[in-house]
């Protein structure tokens, strides 16, 4: 009778103890899953930030016409520069449907910065088209953004 207690005892412990393992590992688990989302959305912010401010500049540049070529150059050049080292940041952190769309808004950003760089202006039809691929990309961006960060 007194092994019968002993062997329910150890079992016991050992249900108990497998239990609290499992629940540790699944809390894990959740915890590095709600970090790495929060990561991603960070990311994510600062990367939108950072091609929205690069766009907005490249705007300015483009309405600007008392600006000399080489200054239009450097200018849009420089407000482009941040968004380089968060499109690698993307590359190895966001998921490949993510990353596809974040290397197309950047392209296409890159497209209308160029054609800002060689003189074109707000009403130029270059400059309108352009914006207007950036604006569908950025869209698709998003959108693949919020998909990723809601599942």
Not at 82 to 90: A, N
Not at 126 to 132: H, L, N, V
Request: charged share 30%.
């Amino acid at each position: 009778m007194q092994w019968l207690a002993l062997v329910s005892t150890v079992v016991g412990a050992a249900i108990a103890t497998g239990s609290a393992v499992l629940l540790d590992r699944q809390r894990w688990r959740r915890e590095r899953a709600d970090r790495e989302t929060q990561l991603r959305r960070t990311l994510y912010g600062e990367y939108l930030a950072s091609l929205s401010e690069a766009r907005h500049t490249c705007g300015n540049v483009a309405r600007e016409p008392d600006m000399t070529l080489p200054e239009r150059r450097t200018t849009a050049r420089d407000a482009f520069g941040p968004c380089v080292g968060l499109r690698y940041q993307m590359t190895i952190t966001a998921p490949p449907r993510v990353v596809d769309a974040s290397e197309n808004a950047f392209r296409r950003l890159r497209d209308l910065r160029d054609r800002v760089m060689e003189g074109a202006s707000l009403e130029d039809p270059p400059y309108q088209e352009g914006r207007r691929c950036y604006d569908d990309a950025l869209a698709e961006l998003r959108a693949r953004m919020r998909e990723d960060l809601c599942h």
